[in-house]
């Protein structure tokens, strides 16, 4: 089957049960896109807002990885599992006699900048190898902490020994973690039982498509659902560069720049065509650090041109 080139993106909701990779690759298969990647693993466990990018798109995926993400969870008291979550093996059982104000004071120690280890359990990796691969072989390795902020932790639901939680955290947070985090806090030990993503970089799982959705559809239906690239970029402030000056940042070259805040911006040829990422320094320098190929016309690409260098 031939493949086409597509720069764009999509927000998927992915289904628990299968993998990231899984959900990419029939995403992939139903656009008929020569590249995809996505930005940020879901575990099997886990559903909901998983970004699918295609082509070009895949270049800014950072901005989504270095967002804030929202979370629903489900938190079972009581049972500590090998992996931190439901599909490990039981590893202990414990008595919850847990009220409610030693719950809450539990929560609240977790809220802000926190340093979180990360589990043996995760795709991070030690010379190579992935954590996880590791974990099977019952080894484990002394990992440092990280720090992260969690900026909501609230108590949606109390179910028995069940917390259901809404979360708000910085990139590199695992949830897992954090539910074997205030299992130690509470002295009974936790573990995840279900996760959801409902939010990534300012976007929302009610604005995500299913992939049984996306199989009914018919090919102007999924299309209508793509994204442009500079979707992605929406926080950074626009420049519009002239004939001249486009030409020479597309072929990575810095341009001079005539005022605005030092910093990122997302960078347009005079026609409205994405040329990528550049870095305006103090000293009025735009210089390309994330630039799109622009061997073929993709329509995705275009937007109004905004202000002009």
């Known amino acids: 089957m031939s493949r086409r080139r597509l720069d764009a993106w999509l927000l998927l909701d992915k289904p628990g049960g299968i993998s990231s990779n899984a959900a990419l690759q029939r995403a992939k298969r139903l656009y008929g896109a020569a590249k995809a990647g996505h930005a940020g693993t879901l575990d099997p466990l886990a559903s909901g807002l998983l970004p699918v990018l295609f082509g070009e798109a895949t270049k800014f995926s950072g901005f989504l990885l270095d967002a804030e993400k929202g979370y629903l969870a489900d938190v ?50 030690h010379r190579g190898r992935p954590l996880y691969e590791l974990a099977r072989q019952g080894t484990e390795i ?25 979360i708000r955290c910085s990139k590199g947070t695992y949830i897992r973690s954090l539910a074997m985090d205030l299992g130690t806090a509470l002295g009974t030990g936790a573990h995840l039982t279900a996760l959801r993503r409902t939010a990534a970089g300012g976007y929302g799982v009610a604005e995500a498509v299913t992939l049984d959705a996306l199989e009914v559809m018919d090919e102007p239906a999924r299309e209508r659902l793509l994204l442009a690239p500079q979707a992605l970029l929406r926080d950074l402030p626009r420049v519009a560069l002239d004939t001249e000056a486009a030409r020479r940042f597309a072929n990575g070259q810095a341009v001079a720049g005539r005022g605005g805040p030092s910093g990122r911006w997302q960078v347009f040829d005079d026609t409205g065509r994405l040329l990528g990422v550049g870095t305006l320094d103090p000293g009025g320098e735009l ?6 190929a622009q061997a073929a016309e993709s329509p995705a690409l275009r937007a109004e041109a905004g202000k002009t260098l």
């Open 76 to 125: 079972r008291l009581g049972v500590t599992t090998a992996t931190g979550d439901a599909e490990g093996e039981v590893l202990q059982r414990r008595p919850v006699q847990v009220a409610d104000e030693q719950l809450h004071q539990a929560l609240a120690r977790l809220r802000g900048a926190i340093e979180q280890v990360p589990p043996m359990y995760s795709a991070l990796k």
């Open 142 to 166: 002394e990992r440092a902490a990280r720090r992260v902020v969690i900026s909501e932790l609230e108590l949606l639901a109390r179910r028995g020994d069940v917390l259901s939680l809404r």
């Open 287 to 292: 210089r390309p650090v994330r630039l799109v």
